[in-house]
């Protein structure tokens, strides 16, 4: 099996606005042809299904190095490929495939693709992904995720194969207006781009009905969150939520002080282990003397609660600091876990006794006053904050911001706020 010309997709209906992605030679109209796929949808859209399907499927090409790409990725076999291995059970063809922990290797091309973050705990790893040789194809997943326009050209620029067709595949959820994707494809739409875009509407007859009821009832609540996270709109901020991009960005530094006196890893545990999970929150945030708090990473994923004790027991260790985690739900869940792992970092329980909003805004509150400050870029804790609104019937868990407010209420509310205990 070559070079496919109709896609395998072994009786699964394609939702025909992702058709071209499957094409061999990628054909805006006529001879033009595109460079890049700006791949957008909101909730339950279908995009990561189809763009995953397209994927697998250009393997049966031979000669292709595909290059898949996160802004954070440390953990490919549990947060991605899972996700490629139930693609190719579904088409029946696991015995066409070899997968390892970082990549999926097509045995009858020789065709793979590569999994890799663009940042990683050692610092950006542009570099080494611009040297990987012979890439025809760099998807970016999540795209909104990264902020940083140069780190975009760099990759894009490295990817030009002289014989096969190159791709860029740009994968997001539409976020902020501001986002310079939205300039760079959004504003003023490109000839030599692919514009794919759909909706859980599109994909009705994918999801499950209780799945459509929620949808629904957060349409009749809260339309511009409808409009935003369900149908996929660019937004500008939103007066209804609490933190906005340029807050954000105001409080943003490049290093943290040196002489922390306190530092707390924030824990929100997912309740189970499946890739349809929520997110654990893992956020690390520290307080220096002068009683200023600074982010200082996010470790967020979607892990096995023995992995998400691992990375929450190597920042304490690495920071010198404890955990902080809710035990509403979970009871002893965290402090349990931690201790399979580690008997001696400290676990701090804490209780919640108001609802996420209600806990959120005396930390907002400490934004407002210049007292937090972000120390580097946290794209996808900072979304989820651009995200965070009152409503109560949103579907995931804004599991980072939980996180956060854990610990940031810890170190700098604990003695004002009584749902700490």
């Known amino acids: 099996m070559t070079a496919v010309a109709e896609p395998i997709t072994s009786g699964v209906v394609l939702l025909h606005q992702y058709r071209p992605l499957f094409r061999q030679v990628p054909v805006l109209s006529g001879d033009a042809r595109w460079r890049y796929a700006f791949v957008t949808g909101g909730r339950g859209s279908g995009k990561s299904f189809h763009v995953a ?70 610092g950006n790893q542009t570099a080494a992904l611009k040297s990987i040789q012979g890439v025809t194809t760099w998807v970016l997943d999540e795209a909104e995720e990264l902020v940083d326009e140069e780190t975009f050209d760099r990759i894009d ?25 939205y300039r760079m494809f ?82 929100d545990p997912a309740m189970t282990a499946t890739m349809d999970s929520n997110e654990t929150g893992i956020v690390v945030c520290g307080v220096d003397k002068n009683k200023k708090a600074y982010v200082l990473e996010d470790l967020s994923g979607r892990y096995t609660p023995n992995q998400w004790a691992t990375v929450a027991v190597q920042a304490a260790k690495r920071w010198n600091g404890s955990i902080v985690a809710e035990t509403n739900q979970g009871g002893d869940l965290v402090k349990s876990t931690v201790q399979t792992v580690d008997r001696t970092v400290r676990v701090i329980d804490v209780r919640a006794s108001r609802g996420k909003y209600a806990r959120a805004e005396p930390v907002y509150a400490l934004y407002e006053s210049n007292v937090v400050f972000h120390v580097g870029e946290h794209p996808t804790l900072e979304r989820q904050m651009l995200n965070f609104h009152p409503d109560q019937n949103a579907i995931d868990s804004p599991d980072r911001v939980d996180a956060l407010v854990w610990a940031l209420t810890s170190l700098m509310l604990q003695s004002a706020d009584a749902f700490v205990i």
Do not use: M
């Open 53 to 122: 399907l397209a994927l697998l499927n250009l393997t049966y090409e031979p000669g292709h190095v595909i290059l898949f790409t996160r802004y954070t990725l440390s953990s490919a076999d549990v947060s991605i490929i899972p996700e490629f291995r139930e693609k190719i059970g579904l088409l029946s063809v696991e015995d066409d495939f070899y997968i390892t922990r970082s990549e999926i290797v097509n045995l009858r091309t020789g065709s793979r693709i590569l999994f890799r973050g663009i940042k990683t705990s050692s």
């Open 157 to 181: 620029l490295s990817i030009r194969h002289k014989t096969l067709p190159n791709r860029v595949i740009v994968v997001l959820n539409p976020t902020n207006e501001e986002h310079f994707l």
């Open 186 to 267: 959004v504003k003023e739409p490109r000839p030599d781009t692919l514009y794919v875009h759909t909706t859980w509407e599109d994909n009705r007859h994918n999801l499950s009905a209780t799945w459509i009821q929620k949808a629904e009832e957060i349409r009749l609540a809260n339309p511009a969150r409808y409009a935003h996270i369900f149908e996929g709109r660019w937004s500008k901020d939103n007066p209804g939520l609490l933190w906005t991009r340029g807050q954000i960005e105001r409080c943003r530094l490049l290093s943290a002080p040196t002489d922390l006196r306190r530092v707390l890893v924030g824990v």
